[in-house]
């Protein structure tokens, strides 16, 4: 069974607060967009945009079936927030996208990330795969979903949060998916 690399740069703008880690992006052909959760069944830019816009739809480009990734990316600059991925290489067990079915070969070096981002102070895993690298990494306790610990990266004390996985896979309304990444934003940005 082949492996693959991830296909993106970690997006790591200047300044960033937050660094989100997803666990690994779908195949291409599922992409609707040339950047992080780019799946248009995938409800993490609709969750976004509920919480800041209080309209879910203010990053699609509905008639396309498409997101518009310059608003994503300029959003996600002013706001401070860094995303990547748990693992850099990967073997699919079946052919989705499910955690279930992904085999970390490698993961992300998160500390080297995080040393490039010196203003981080919290990272945001966005599904059970990647919270197991996080954990695996700095053997650290798991949060409970929606909640956070508090880790040391590097001499440095960094909140972790676990969050509910935006994939439409994971039992939950995107209103309440919502509803926890709002209490997560609020306590890292004043919105």
């Not at 200047?14 to 599922?30: H, I, N, T």
């Not at 993490?44 to 990053?59: C, E, L, P, Q, S």
């Not at 080297?112 to 795969?129: E, F």
Request: charged content about 30%; some cysteine; glycine content about 4%.
């Amino acid at each position: 069974m082949t492996t693959e690399q991830h296909p993106l740069r970690p997006f790591l703008p200047e300044g960033a607060k937050v660094l989100m880690l997803g666990s690994f992006p779908p195949k291409r052909e599922r992409w609707s967009m040339e950047f992080f959760y780019p799946n248009w069944l995938n409800d993490m830019w609709r969750i976004v945009g509920h919480i800041f816009f209080a309209d879910k739809h203010h990053f699609e480009i509905a008639a396309e079936k498409r997101f518009d990734k310059q608003r994503i990316v300029r959003f996600c600059e002013e706001q401070g927030i860094a995303l990547y991925d748990a693992a850099c290489e990967v073997r699919r067990l079946k052919d989705n996208a499910s955690d279930k079915f992904l085999e970390v070969v490698r993961s992300t070096d998160i500390t080297a990330i995080l040393r490039s981002l010196p203003s981080c102070r919290a990272i945001v895993t966005t599904g059970q795969k990647a919270t197991d690298v996080v954990v695996e990494q700095f053997g650290c306790k798991e949060p409970v979903v929606g909640q956070s610990e508090r880790i040391v990266v590097a001499g440095r004390e960094i909140e972790f949060w676990r969050m509910p996985s935006s994939s439409r896979a994971y039992p939950l309304k995107l209103e309440r998916k919502a509803d926890a990444y709002r209490a997560m934003f609020e306590s890292l940005f004043s919105i």
